[in-house]
Nanobody, 119 residues
Framework: QVQLVESGGGLVQVGGSLRVSCAAS????????MGWYRQAPGKQRELVAD???????NYADSVKGRFTIFRENAKNTVYLQMNSLKPEDTAVYYC?????????????WGQGTQVTVSS
């Protein structure tokens, strides 16, 4: 079955950088938009950034200028480069992707990776 596997989370100091990645595997006919969401304790999951199949991007206001989303279509992988990290960026980060195993798209989610920014 289709799976999204995230990697690259961890602990970083304020002002530091971190890159998380998410690779899709399984029977994949096509991948549409991919994105990163995050959920902090006691808060709702929110969109961080997303990217279309032709690499048009969209960012939450809180991360503009600090985070960059990009994808490698040949590797079915999406990345989130996070710079100038702040304590409020601490959350579990989830990737999502609209994937068609055949010709019908469904939304898939990764298992989440913890990002902790210490002050």
């Amino acid at each position: 079955q289709v799976q999204l596997v995230e990697s690259g989370g961890g602990l970083v100091q304020v002002g530091g950088s971190l890159r998380v990645s998410c690779a899709a595997s399984g029977p994949i006919f096509s991948i549409g938009p991919m994105g990163w969401y995050r959920q902090a304790p006691g808060k709702q999951r929110e969109l961080v950034a997303d990217i279309t199949s032709d690499s048009s991007t969209n960012y939450a206001d809180s991360v503009k200028g600090r985070f960059t989303i990009f994808r490698e279509n040949a590797k079915n992988t999406v990345y989130l480069q996070m710079n100038s990290l702040k304590p409020e960026d601490t959350a579990v980060y989830y990737c999502s992707a609209d994937i068609a195993p055949n010709k019908i798209y469904s939304r898939y989610w990764g298992q989440g990776t913890q990002v902790t920014v210490s002050s």
